[in-house]
């Protein structure tokens, strides 16, 4: 099917070539994904209030929450070749693809799965469920003076658990082609795989304009129907990784579809005391104006334990092929008398034949399980007051010192270590006799790289300014003008650091990603916000509406993402797979400097009648992507929805509503540049395209009782 490229360096597409000798076209692909995901919430709550006098009033909460999650994700990737052109300079990418070049395809192209070969298939199983006891109780009461009104005090107590199954992204190659003696299982076609599991189908119409061609998909049915379990390497015998659906692997506890690592058992128990006086009332007066407000203080403490696993990589190099078996590590280097010699300094064998025996003793699949314990306590005072400048018009001010938790997903003690080995021979993890760049390959130095939680993230705490001036007016209207500052300690953002493991009495570094706190950060903006109805309309028109808002925000002082997780002293924030390259985002996550809302109303007797435009500038999704390890952002959008809703009695509504109506498309952007680069700003370049569905729903809503 190819035509020869002698490459002894080992990159892709032959890039290492002597002049004149040919190169491969790009590779192409199709998946097909499908994720099956059940969520089941069930909530009991009670309250009880008791006035025990005509100033001391009780009030208390129970509640208990039960949820359970279970999810099933199903992915397969074909590939094949072709010449690519792709112009991304528009609005959205423009893509050709022709017949490649020093690949000879059967007729058809790429609209033949004869054409194509089966490149990866991948897994994901969720199984998790939690629940939750919280008891609240306060008393108030009332002081009846004109300057101080009442004293509130209460206690809170919360017990959350959550048992989480959560398997790795399965992913395993089948017959890639780095795999070794997959050309026999090469085409989708043949024999060896099962019926019924692709489909040759168009694509591109809704995105492009005009289909790119056709393609093999696998059918959704076949998906939904776990088909795809028939391509484990225990049914079909193909691919170097040994590829088996999750439930079949082979260190899966028994009676369990998880290994021991993809279970995690997490505990937050959170205290609070709180007081709060409330001053002020319509005899309350300064200058004229009428004062009202409130000052308080809580005190929160906050305990996690989380049970987990630290896995370490699995030798699972093959050391002999054939039939009879020979050794791989020879240290001969095959060459072809009649081809170019190889390089100096091309190594004989795999890479991981140069593995020392430290390392090996590294990589023996070991796991290790753990207990993180970890404590939490914070003061959070507040302040609000609220000025009255004359009927219509008055002043709010408040400052506070605010706490939000990590989501406890992120607490997981979860760590999976890789290992990552030398693929061309110019790569410096090579150690070489002399030290020089020629040189005999003497020895091997991997790189270990682990994605993971981290149980012992702070609660992100915040102190935060606003004063705003409002106006009301006529039915239901109101202007109103904000200004706000806030500084962030401790916020949680996805990075990556270094961090000494230690496994069979070798300890090595490892390349962590993952959740970890910050240091400090700034927002500051304001928020200018009109709504009314038009009422002084004739009608019907007197029904109809507007509320509009803008908000501007700008943050600093958000650092790079070296972030340091307790017991670790990296920082190093590069990776190898963006080449070492460490950028600034400069911004938190999920932050648009810009933000406007527009939403047109109708409420007239029963029918009610809301068309909404949110659109938002550009954002950094996340600091350190999983494939390109650089900040993704998304670049500005805006969406419409849109609802009616009529009531054809007063217990029983119906409703249609709309979302995306504009099928409006959205585009990633990839960080390659920050202001410390020679370009001395930030460069952006495309990254990704998204096609959202228009979604359309229709319900009906029973009220019962008065």
Known sequence: MFNACYNWG???????????????????????RMNQNRNMTMDFAGNLKWEATDRLRFNFDGQYVKSEIDNYD????????????????????????????????????????????????????????????????????????????????????????QTVRWSTYNWGNVANTWGDNQQAYWNLDSPVYPSGLFEIS???????????????????????????????????????????????RLNELPDSCFVDNEIADVSETTKALYAMLRFGGPDAQIG????????????????????????????????????????????????????????????????????????????????????????????????????????????????????????????????????????????????????????EVIGVTPTYEANAYNPYLKPTTAWQFD?????????????????????????????????????????????????????????????VAYNRFFDFLPKPLDGLGIQANYTYVKNSGVPNSALTPVGSTGGNQ??????????NPGSLEGLSKHSANLVGLYEKNRLAVRLAYNWRSKYLVTVVDCCVYLPVWQ??????????????????????QGSNLLNTKTRLLQQVTDEDSPEGRIVLTPNAWFQNDRRLTMGVRVRFGK
Request: proline share 6%; hydrophobic share 35%; glycine share 10%.
């Open 635 to 656: 670049k500005s959008a805006g969406f419409l929805d849109g609802s009616i809703r009529y009531g054809l009695s007063d217990n029983i509504e119906l409703s249609f």
């Open 74 to 161: 199903i992915s397969v990737e074909h590939h094949s070749f072709a010449n690519v052109f792709l112009d991304a300079t528009g609005e959205y990418p423009r893509i050709e693809l022709s017949a490649p070049t020093n690949v000879n395809q059967s007729a058809g192209g790429l609209a033949n799965a004869n054409n194509w070969y089966l490149r990866s298939v991948m897994d994901h199983l969720e199984e998790s469920e939690g629940t939750e006891w919280a008891f609240r109780g306060d008393a108030e009461y009332d002081l009846n003076t004109n300057w101080l009104s009442s004293l509130k005090v209460g206690a809170r107590y919360a017990d959350r658990d």
């Open 202 to 248: 168009p694509f591109g119409q809704s995105f492009f304009g005009g289909n790119l061609g056709e393609f093999p998909f696998v059918p959704v049915d076949a998906l939904k129907a776990h088909r795809t379990d028939e391509y484990s390497y225990d049914n079909i015998g193909v691919g170097s990784q040994q590829w088996r659906p999750i439930c079949t």
């Open 288 to 439: 004229g104006m009428t004062i009202s407000g409130n000052v308080g203080v809580r005190y929160v403490n906050t305990k996690n334990v989380s049970s987990g696993y630290t896995r370490f990589p699995q030798n699972n190099y093959v050391y002999f092929e054939g039939d009879p078996p020979e050794a791989v590590c020879d240290g001969v280097l095959e060459v072809d008398p009649e081809q170019p010699p190889p390089p100096a300094g091309t190594p004989a064998d795999p890479a991981f034949c140069y593995l020392s025996d430290d390392d090996l003793a590294f990589i023996n699949g070991a796991s290790t399980s753990s207990t993180a314990k970890a404590s939490h306590h914070q003061w959070l005072p507040s302040f609000n007051v609220k000025a009255d400048l004359s009927p219509g018009w008055l002043v709010r001010f408040a400052a506070s010192k605010a706490m939000s938790r990590p989501d406890m997903g992120l607490l997981k003690n979860f760590t999976s270590v890789t290992t990552g080995l030398p693929s061309d021979a110019s790569d410096p993890r090579y150690i070489r006799e002399g030290n020089s760049p020629t040189g």
């Open 574 to 583: 590069t990776n190898d797979g963006n080449a070492g390259t460490a950028l």
């Open 467 to 527: 004063l705003s001036l409002e106006h009301y007016f006529g039915n239901a209207g109101l202007f109103s003008f904000a200004v706000f500052h806030k500084s962030f300690k401790d916020y949680i953002q996805y990075g990556i650091f270094n961090l000494d493991l230690t496994n069979n009495g070798v300890t090595r570094t490892v390349r962590v990603r993952g959740p970890a706190n910050g240091g400090g950060a700034k927002i500051k903006g304001f928020e």
């Open 10 to 32: 080992g990159a892709a597409n032959c890039e290492y070539r002597a002049p004149g000798q040919p190169s491969y076209a790009s590779e192409v692909g199709t998946g097909s």
